[in-house]
């Protein structure tokens, strides 16, 4: 089994390093690590360091002595996911899943057909779980750089997003309207790639004609007609795995 990972807001320059706080707490009393073991800390932008354990202390001491330190450089291509906001807790859902396959960026979108609304500080404390999921889940899936979970966005800033990408593309389920297969389409090696994930009322009429305008094409996954909250993980997989990303 890999070693846990623990977020610090910088790598240490100092041979030991006392990790303590509420990633000290979960250490010491969820983990319950012992001198010997070894542990990774990451600052969740690419940099971390293997370690070893020297001492556990009281319920949230964790004392830690470096080894080495790496950076990872940043994947390519980048792949962004623009999720529309989902009703209940399937917003965390997708965020988690997403971190765990390997997305890069998560832009919240408040598309037409939202049933879900961000207002205020409902919309703050929401925003900020889904920073918080990412976070955790990117530690879970012993990633180093976690994906960044942008602001609220509205329609016109998310087709500003797709003219600026490499590769742009709405997942769209409407067996009327056009659409190409993601699995054969040709993806970039390298630059950027967004891709958008409608609510479960699906992608309006003005918001794909404003995305198509912008350089996004029309994609589907399969045959069947995912949830929201798995599409963009489903999406995510299939690009990792075409672009080279899982080889």
């Avoid at 320059?13 to 319950?32: C, I, M, N, Q």
């Avoid at 309006?204 to 929201?228: C, H, I, M, N, Q």
Wanted: aromatic share 4%; with cysteine; net charge negative.
């Amino acid at each position: 089994m890999t070693a846990p990972v623990f977020v610090v807001d910088t790598i240490p320059d100092t041979r030991l390093f006392v990790l303590d706080g509420p990633e000290g707490r979960h250490a010491v009393s969820v983990k319950r690590l012992n001198p010997g073991e070894d542990v990774v800390l990451t600052d969740g932008r690419g940099r971390w360091a293997d370690c070893v354990v020297s001492a556990a202390e009281g319920k949230d001491r964790l004392t830690v002595e470096l080894s080495t330190v790496h950076e990872d450089p940043a994947e390519e291509p980048h792949v962004t996911v623009v999720q529309a906001l989902p009703k209940g807790d399937r917003g965390e859902l997708a965020v988690e899943t997403m971190t765990e396959t390997g997305v890069d960026a998560i832009v919240p979108w408040a598309a037409a057909r939202c049933i879900t609304q961000w207002k205020g500080d409902r919309g703050l404390k929401a925003l900020a779980k889904w920073r918080s999921t990412a976070r955790e889940a990117g530690k879970q899936s012993r990633r180093t750089r976690f994906p960044e979970v942008a602001d609220l966005m509205t329609t016109k800033q998310v087709a500003a997003l797709l003219a600026a990408a490499d590769f742009a593309g709405v997942l769209h389920e409407d067996r009327e309207h056009g659409s190409d297969a993601l699995a054969t389409v040709e993806l970039p090696a390298k630059g950027s790639i967004v891709l958008v994930v409608g609510p479960e009322g699906g992608v309006s009429p003005d918001e794909l004609a404003a995305f198509e305008a912008a350089g996004a094409k029309p994609y589907r996954l399969g045959r069947s007609v995912l949830r929201t909250s798995t599409a963009g993980t489903a999406a995510t997989a299939l690009v990792l795995a075409r672009t080279g990303r899982w080889s």
